[in-house]
Each structure stands twice: as C-alpha cells, then as structure tokens.
C-alpha cells in the first residue's frame, strides 16, 4: 500500500496528498515533521536522508522531492490524466514545476517565512516588501500564460498545476498586497472548486504562526 509520510500543514506535504487524492488512491497517512517529529530517526533517515518531508513509499519505491513524489504518482497511477502522455503537453506541465520550485515558490515562501512564521517583533519589513514585489511579477507572468489557457499545460488539469497552484492559497491568505491578477484568479477560482484541492491545500495557517523552530 502508499504510505505518504509529513505533516498537512506543510506546504511541500500538500502537493503529495493533493496529487494521491486528485488519483482517488488509497493510502496511509502517517504525520512527520513539526510538531510530529519522527523525520530525525533512524528508520526515517534511512528513508531520505535529508531528513524532509514528503517521503512516499510505494512497494519498492521510496521517493522524497515533492515535485519528484508528484511525478512519480502521476506517472504511476496518472497517464492520460495528471501525466499527459503527449511530450509537449507533458513538457508544458514540467516546465511550470520546475519554475515553481526555482522561482516562484522561493519568492512566495520567503514572503511566508518572513511575515507568518517570524514573530512580528523580528520581521524586516524591507525584506518583506521585496519579496512581495517579486512574487507579483510572477504572479503577473503566470497571468499572461494563463490568458490564453485554463491550466497551465493548456487544456485540462495536469500534475503541472499542482506546485504553483498549491502556492495560491497561501499568496492569497496572507496580509499583502497583490497586483492585478484576473487570469490567476480564475484559475484559483477552478483549483478551489476541486475536493482534492480544498481538502488539502485550503487549510488555515494560522498554527504555524510565528512558529520557527520547524
Ligand atoms: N525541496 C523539498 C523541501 C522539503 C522540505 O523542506 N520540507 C519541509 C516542510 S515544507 C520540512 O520537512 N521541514 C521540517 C519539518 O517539517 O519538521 C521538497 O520539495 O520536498
């Protein structure tokens, strides 16, 4: 059986269960990280050796990377859905993950790190304010892709929605200022109609406030 092991509160935790859930698998849950621990044990680290979460393990096959867990299911459990068999559309769907992870998703979780998990009395403001500046011309990028298609690999839902999509919840939640985005904004309006994407990704932050210690 899939076991995905990581805490719900972690942004990186929830493209793995939002992926298995969009495949309606059946799987075991078991909470790591955090406040959880566990993810400092032997038998953990033996599993991924940096000592993170997501780890899936599935019969033989243990992965961590959760862009590499998304694929993996995906490509598994997916083809012809989230896993577009066409190498373009496949591509179209990578090349927005790859983004994600070296761009975007640096910008957004610094926003993150800084603003909500640092206490108010240790913000630097400037910083912040960076931070928010270049996730909006991401953001703004992402909305000309999105003029002209409804997701992101272009016609349908592929795993290629899944990294930068799971960064929408929180962008949207936190106390910023966000530039113009109505193509992105319809695009969220779709991902939050999807059970798998409301049951996994829309979950208030609130107890990781000024929380730094994990
Ligand atoms: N690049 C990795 C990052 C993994 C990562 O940093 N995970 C965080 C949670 S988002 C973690 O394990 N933090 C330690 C903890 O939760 O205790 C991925 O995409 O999976």
């Known amino acids: 059986m899939l076991t995905i092991w990581g805490r719900r509160n972690s942004y990186n935790v929830q493209k793995a269960l939002w992926a298995a859930d969009e495949l309606a698998l059946d799987y075991r849950h078991i909470d790591a990280g955090g406040d959880a621990g566990l993810i400092d044990t032997a038998e953990f680290l033996a599993m991924n050796p940096h000592g993170r979460v997501p780890v899936i393990q599935d019969g033989e096959n243990i992965v961590w990377e959760s862009h590499s867990v998304v694929r993996y299911l995906a490509a598994t459990y997916g083809r012809g859905t989230l896993w577009a068999e066409d ?4 591509a179209r769907a990578e090349q927005w993950m790859d983004w994600t992870v070296a761009t975007l998703e640096r910008e957004v979780l610094a926003i993150f790190w800084r603003l909500v998990r640092t206490p108010a009395d240790m ?7 960076m931070h928010v500046a270049n996730s909006a011309r991401c953001y703004a990028l992402l909305d000309d892709w999105l ?5 992101l690999a272009g016609e349908r839902f592929t795993m290629g929605d899944i990294p930068a999509g799971t960064t929408l919840y929180r962008y949207f939640e936190m106390e910023i200022d966000r530039p113009a985005i109505p193509n992105v904004r319809r695009w969220y309006a779709r991902l ?3 059970p798998a994407y409301q049951a996994n990704v829309m979950r208030p932050f609130d107890e990781l406030r000024g929380k730094l210690s994990f």
């Open 147 to 151: 003029a002209e298609r409804e997701w």
């Open 87 to 90: 190498p373009g559309e496949r």
């Open 123 to 129: 913000q630097d403001k400037k910083a912040i304010a």
């Open 192 to 194: 939050s109609d999807r």
